[in-house]
């Protein structure tokens, strides 16, 4: 009888499912407040809207061009209208938008801009650099922030990642024509930028003493120097990224340690991989190496790297090692390049094992690539007790 009963209560309820529609409700934190358009009440500053907003609100801005730098510390959502139209002017000043004391606010929101023509297009500070007096509370820094479809230009810095920036999400931007697109500064950790479009400036993206963070997805061509140049940082992971036609360098890692460079596609810039200074225990892996001008990867001063599975095609050097030792290249093709592999200038120890080296005009050379045709070169250069292990060399 009781199983007979709640078989009754299950089919009612399922049938009362049936009938009543399910609602989804939306929850509306805090007030909007309007900037420019003709409705009562709005504002005709960006800045007079922020002062009055409180945690929590959105401050909507309709089209226009607005000549202001603007500054505030609230958890606030701020949107434009349409990012083409919807124009902020710091008609060169220092801060378009100023983000300040971050670390206390509990999220931010901006989207929807075009933000030009100042020192900093957004400068995200957290107030946690050496020269702030701030006291988090609990000693912990869980804020985050997001920055998405806004329109960086003409800005000596696109966007700055202040001390200890963490959890900031930068996403679906266009940073083009700035000094320098992105800056990380030191300590910005675990934070993620991805699906922008990173054209035209003197640099893509630079991290200094900067770890954990992930790049994916995005776009960076067209850089004067390097598209992206890490000094001193650890543990980031940039995949899937396009690092197209820049100038210098697809990537630049100067003295960093343990990032994973996964399934870009590198291409055409002068040098696709720079290690340089002491960068070690790097893994670089299933990436495309071609038709970069000069090398594909480039070792100076760096061991214990991992090359692995990577193809490097239509270089003037496929790899090349100058002082570098103990490094790891494995099952990489290695096609159509002037110069296959090359180690010289005291490189030792590294392990070259299971690569497919083909249709190069030379396909490793031992020595320097201006001298190789000398028998001595060999004792001279100091590039010894290297493992050549199983690679398959071919020309057609």
Same mark, same amino acid.
């Given at each position: 009888m009781k199983k007979n009963? *709640?078989? %009754?209560?299950?089919?009612? *309820?399922?049938?009362? *499912?049936?009938?009543?529609?399910?609602? =989804?409700?939306?929850?509306?934190?805090?007030?909007?407040?309007?900037?420019?358009?003709?409705?009562?009440?709005n504002y005709t500053k960006i800045q007079d809207a922020i002062d009055n907003a409180s945690d929590g609100d959105t401050v909507f801005v309709f089209n226009g061009i607005y000549y202001e730098n603007i500054e505030f510390e609230k958890s606030i959502e701020l949107i434009g209208e349409d990012r083409n139209e919807t124009i902020?002017?710091?008609?060169?000043?220092?801060?378009?938008? $100023?983000?300040?004391?971050?670390? *206390?606010?509990d999220s931010v929101s901006i989207?929807?801009?075009? +933000?030009?023509?100042?020192?900093?297009? +957004?400068?995200?500070?957290?107030?946690?650099?050496?020269?702030?007096?701030?006291?988090?509370?609990?000693?912990? =820094? #869980?804020? $985050?922030?997001?920055?998405?479809?806004?329109?960086? %230009?003409?800005?000596?810095?696109?966007?700055?990642?202040g001390w200890w920036s963490e959890n900031v999400y930068l996403y679906n931007n266009i940073i083009m024509k700035n000094r320098r697109g992105i800056l990380l500064e030191p300590n910005s950790i675990s934070n993620k930028v991805y699906e922008n479009s990173i054209t035209d400036n003197d640099y893509g993206i630079c991290a200094e003493y900067s770890c954990f963070n992930n790049i994916f997805d995005n776009f960076i061509s067209s850089n004067k120097n390097d598209g992206l140049y890490l000094f001193k940082s650890c543990g980031n992971t940039i995949t899937s990224n396009t690092v197209f036609k820049n100038k210098n360098n697809g990537i630049y890692?100067?003295?960093c340690d343990q990032n994973n460079i996964e399934n870009n596609k590198i291409l055409n810039n002068d040098i696709g991989l720079w290690l340089d200074s002491d960068s070690s225990l790097n893994d670089i892996e299933g990436n495309n190496f071609s038709n970069n001008d000069w090398k594909g990867i480039l070792f100076t001063s760096s061991s214990k790297n991992i090359i692995k599975n990577n193809?490097?095609?239509? #270089?003037? =050097?496929?790899?090349?090692?100058?002082?570098?030792?103990?490094?790891? %290249?494995?099952?990489?093709? %290695?096609?159509?390049?002037?110069f296959g592999i090359n180690i010289y200038n005291k490189s030792k120890y590294n392990t070259i094992l299971g690569n497919k080296i083909s249709d190069n005009l030379y396909g490793m050379i031992i020595g320097d690539p201006i001298l190789f045709t000398l028998s001595t070169v060999n004792i001279i250069d100091g590039s010894n007790f290297n493992r050549i292990i199983k690679n398959n060399f071919h020309k057609k």
């Amino acid at each position: 009888m009781k199983k007979n009963k *709640l078989a %009754i209560v299950f089919t009612f *309820l399922l049938i009362l *499912l049936t009938i009543v529609p399910v609602t =989804h409700c939306t929850i509306i934190n805090g007030n909007t407040l309007y900037v420019g358009g003709t409705g009562e009440g709005n504002y005709t500053k960006i800045q007079d809207a922020i002062d009055n907003a409180s945690d929590g609100d959105t401050v909507f801005v309709f089209n226009g061009i607005y000549y202001e730098n603007i500054e505030f510390e609230k958890s606030i959502e701020l949107i434009g209208e349409d990012r083409n139209e919807t124009i902020i002017d710091g008609d060169g000043g220092l801060m378009v938008v $100023s983000l300040n004391n971050m670390a *206390l606010v509990d999220s931010v929101s901006i989207k929807g801009f075009t +933000i030009q023509n100042g020192r900093c297009g +957004i400068n995200y500070d957290t107030g946690l650099n050496i020269y702030s007096n701030i006291n988090l509370p609990n000693n912990k =820094h #869980s804020s $985050s922030a997001r920055f998405s479809n806004n329109i960086l %230009i003409n800005n000596e810095f696109g966007i700055i990642f202040g001390w200890w920036s963490e959890n900031v999400y930068l996403y679906n931007n266009i940073i083009m024509k700035n000094r320098r697109g992105i800056l990380l500064e030191p300590n910005s950790i675990s934070n993620k930028v991805y699906e922008n479009s990173i054209t035209d400036n003197d640099y893509g993206i630079c991290a200094e003493y900067s770890c954990f963070n992930n790049i994916f997805d995005n776009f960076i061509s067209s850089n004067k120097n390097d598209g992206l140049y890490l000094f001193k940082s650890c543990g980031n992971t940039i995949t899937s990224n396009t690092v197209f036609k820049n100038k210098n360098n697809g990537i630049y890692l100067v003295s960093c340690d343990q990032n994973n460079i996964e399934n870009n596609k590198i291409l055409n810039n002068d040098i696709g991989l720079w290690l340089d200074s002491d960068s070690s225990l790097n893994d670089i892996e299933g990436n495309n190496f071609s038709n970069n001008d000069w090398k594909g990867i480039l070792f100076t001063s760096s061991s214990k790297n991992i090359i692995k599975n990577n193809k490097i095609s239509n #270089s003037e =050097h496929s790899i090349i090692f100058s002082n570098s030792s103990y490094n790891n %290249i494995s099952g990489n093709i %290695i096609t159509k390049n002037s110069f296959g592999i090359n180690i010289y200038n005291k490189s030792k120890y590294n392990t070259i094992l299971g690569n497919k080296i083909s249709d190069n005009l030379y396909g490793m050379i031992i020595g320097d690539p201006i001298l190789f045709t000398l028998s001595t070169v060999n004792i001279i250069d100091g590039s010894n007790f290297n493992r050549i292990i199983k690679n398959n060399f071919h020309k057609k």
